[in-house]
């Protein structure tokens, strides 16, 4: 997967590609599925999320979803997949335990990378054809809200 975005995306789609590849790494310290190997897949996963998987979501939900479905109402039930994923992140992230971490992080590897290689393929190349420049702008520009 290695799609070329507008310079508008390139923020975003690196963030894909870095999320690609850190499912990998998840995916594997969960194959292993030693004790070590494990509550350090756990660990990661927690710093990911709080440090950048929860800014990256509200940056797409903030200046993506709700202006494609302004736009046009056809998109809401991609819109509503996508924002459905996020939500799971947000529920299985908090959830995970050592006594699970195995599965725990399977699911959150398998899920990732499926969520991001859609936004990548789907959602994107929507968007690209869709938005004004200036909703692209805003997407390059957004700024996350710091988490209380």
Do not use: W
């Not at 440090?51 to 509200?58: D, I, V, W």
């Not at 924002?83 to 590897?109: C, I, S, Y």
């Amino acid at each position: 997967m290695a799609n070329a975005h507008c310079t508008q995306l390139e923020k975003l789609s690196r963030e894909h590609q870095e999320s690609l590849v850190f499912a990998d790494t998840i995916a594997e310290l969960a194959g292993t599925g030693t004790e070590e190997a494990l509550a350090e897949g756990l660990r990661r996963v927690r710093q990911y999320y709080t440090e950048e998987l929860e800014g990256h979501l509200q940056h797409e939900e903030r200046t993506i979803f709700g202006p494609l479905i302004q736009y046009d109402r056809a998109h809401f039930s991609l819109c509503v997949r996508l924002g459905t994923e996020h939500g799971l992140f947000r529920t299985l992230v908090p959830e995970m335990r050592r006594e699970t971490a195995q599965q725990d992080l399977m699911e959150f590897a398998r899920v990732l990378r499926a969520h991001t290689v859609a936004e990548e393929e789907e959602l994107f190349p929507l968007i690209e054809s869709l938005f004004t420049p200036e909703q692209l702008n805003a997407i390059a520009n957004f700024t996350p809200q710091p988490q209380p």
